[in-house]
């Protein structure tokens, strides 16, 4: 061999190395950049976008392993512009391909198929003069197109266990110089074989976050609906609170006018999930609360309503003043007896008053006055009754004064306390979970919308600096969907322009967030809510003139 071939040999060579090495470099590169994806179509197609550019391949079919076979994810050709699946938003229209025929034989005459099963690359230099597999439905597509499917590099993709989770296949090389159709090389196969171990793990580990995210969505879902369905009274509170907390934290977003806290707010993906999660878990210390009183509809309801035992006994006063009446009766004229009568008519009606007003008082529907809470105590005075061991009783225990005397609502002072204890709980629930580090505010997030701008909220008393904007948001869902609720045993539904009407005085008593108050009428996001959520007999006209704390230029 002469100096100049020499030289020229040696240049040929030093090119085909830089070659490689460049390959090698860029087959790196794309394996970091594949860990780095957090999409899974976007996952897909840039692994069948690489394995096209390390082997100048003029397109492909990238296949994912499913319940019906090999299911196609993206199909791309550069000469025929083709772009199916991933972010093109065509889909594709092709049937899986099945492992196995109708008599559960293997489908070894489908290249792709074939290479799945037996775990093994298949690199065809022309499949128009391949005998061994079946490639008919490609010289049809071929001649529909205009095209000319010759060279093919089938890789099947395996995770850490062995196991078959897709497919890669490319077609037609192309001569870098040449642009002809040219077979795939061993380097193309063994590239491409590195490029789809790589993409493996990064499908599996992204397998593996999704799975585990949605059994952590599972488990949070599973919570809320355990609390919603230990009372039958609200079955949509533990939903509905975190889908109207994200109608208002994207109006906030959104929103251009007001103060810098509101302008500059802005939430990342990893924000809103924290959110959302935080929504959904911003009840769950409810687990601990008794039943009976979530839904203590009256005053005298514990596991039931106690005022049939007062019934009761107002019978039995009745049955008293009756056997009196009949006894006297007997031992006097008969002269005397319509006066007899008279008295017990009236005896009965005052009982039936007493009953009615006692009734009356057990709803708790409005405010009871010390007038009101003496009477109480002069009807339990006013008559006595019976046990079935002999004994003469006062008419109401101290507890049912206790309770028939609540001032507002249907709870006792201790009752409150033991709900409001609930978000105490939560916190501590939350706060005992070992968080991802994007999800660290869950505890703080979920545990503050009791709090109260002017710090007399509870668990913490904090003041409204004190406390993160989204947390904030989620007080003023927490209110709204309680106030516009429909299942709640102690009220009646209640028309938007009634709800937000509490909520303006609310943000006047310095209760809520005065600009998200702002924001949730100026954005409408109280409507957004309704039009989803609330019928129509609850969707009044709003006077937005008249709502207390609306501020019209704001």
């Known amino acids: 061999m002469s100096a100049g071939e020499t030289q020229t040999t040696d240049e040929a060579n030093s090119s085909e ?17 594949l860990s780095l994806e957090k999409d899974n179509q976007r996952l897909l197609e840039r692994i069948l976008q690489a394995a096209k550019e390390l082997t100048n391949a003029d397109g492909g079919t990238l296949y994912t392993l499913g319940e019906d076979g090999l299911k196609f994810e993206i199909m791309l050709s550069e000469s025929l512009g083709i772009h199916k699946g991933g972010s093109s938003g065509e889909p594709i229209n092709f049937p899986p391909l099945p492992l196995h025929d109708e008599n559960g034989k293997e489908n070894d005459h489908m290249v792709a198929v074939c290479a799945g099963l ?53 077609i037609n090389a192309l001569d870098p110089d040449t642009s002809e159709i040219r077979s795939f090389s061993q380097t193309d196969q063994e590239l491409v074989e590195s490029l789809t171990s790589q993409a493996a793990v990064a499908l599996v580990n992204q397998r593996l976050v999704r799975e585990q995210r949605e059994l952590f969505e599972a488990f949070i879902t599973l919570i809320a609906n355990t609390i919603d369905r230990k009372s039958p009274y609200t079955g949509n509170h533990c939903s509905r609170v975190p889908e109207l907390t994200m109608m208002l934290a994207d109006a906030t977003q959104q929103c251009q006018r007001g103060g810098k806290e509101i302008t500059g707010f802005s939430m990342s993906t990893d924000e809103r999930y924290e959110l959302w999660v935080a929504g959904m878990l ?42 009196a009446a009949l006894k006297q009766k007997l031992v006097t004229d008969a002269s005397e007896h319509a006066e007899i009568d008279a008295q017990l008519q009236a005896q009965c009606e005052a009982i039936d008053k007493d009953r009615e007003f006692v009734h009356h008082s057990n709803i708790g529907g409005e405010f009871m006055s010390d007038e009101k809470k ?7 005075q006013r008559y006595t009754w019976t ?70 909220g509870y668990p913490k008393g904090l003041k409204r600096h004190e406390m993160p904007l989204a947390a904030r948001m989620m007080g003023i869902a927490d ?34 967030d005065p600009d998200l108050f702002d924001v949730f009428i100026h954005e ?9 959520y609330l019928p129509e007999t609850q969707q009044d006209e709003i006077d937005l003139d008249n709502l207390p704390g609306f501020n019209p230029n704001w």
């Open 118 to 170: 037996h775990g093994e690359t298949i690199n065809i230099p022309d499949a128009y003069q391949d005998t061994k597999f079946e490639f008919s439905g490609t010289r049809r597509f071929d001649e529909q197109m205009n095209y000319r499917s010759q060279s093919f590099l089938t890789v099947p993709m395996k995770n850490h266990k062995n196991k078959l989770i897709g497919v890669l296949q490319l």
């Open 479 to 512: 209110v709204f969907e309680a106030l516009t609720a429909s299942d709640r045993p102690y009220k009646k539904a209640m028309p938007l322009s009634r709800a937000l009407t509490i909520l303006g005085k609310m943000k006047l008593d310095n209760h809520i």
């Open 387 to 456: 046990n079935p061991a002999g004994e003469c009783l006062p008419f109401f225990s101290d507890d049912e004064i206790y309770n028939l005397q609540i001032s507002r609502g249907t709870l006792t002072t201790e009752e409150r306390a033991h709900i409001n204890h609930h978000i105490t709980a939560t916190i501590e629930m939350l706060e005992s979970l070992p968080y991802p580090s994007h999800m660290k505010n869950v505890p703080q997030l979920a545990g503050g919308h009791h709090e109260r701008m002017d710090g007399k």
């Open 17 to 33: 190395y830089q070659n490689l090495l460049g390959r090698l470099k860029r087959l790196n590169t794309i394996g970091v950049a």
């Open 282 to 323: 911003h009840d769950c210390g409810k687990i601990t609360t008794k039943e009976y009183i979530v839904d203590k509809a009256t005053k005298l309801e514990t596991i039931y309503d106690r005022i049939e035992l007062v019934d009761t006994r107002f019978e039995l006063v009745k049955r008293d003043f009756e056997i």
């Open 524 to 532: 409408k996001v109280y409507q957004q809510y309704a039009d989803k």
């Open 374 to 380: 003496q009477e109480i105590e002069h009807i339990s």
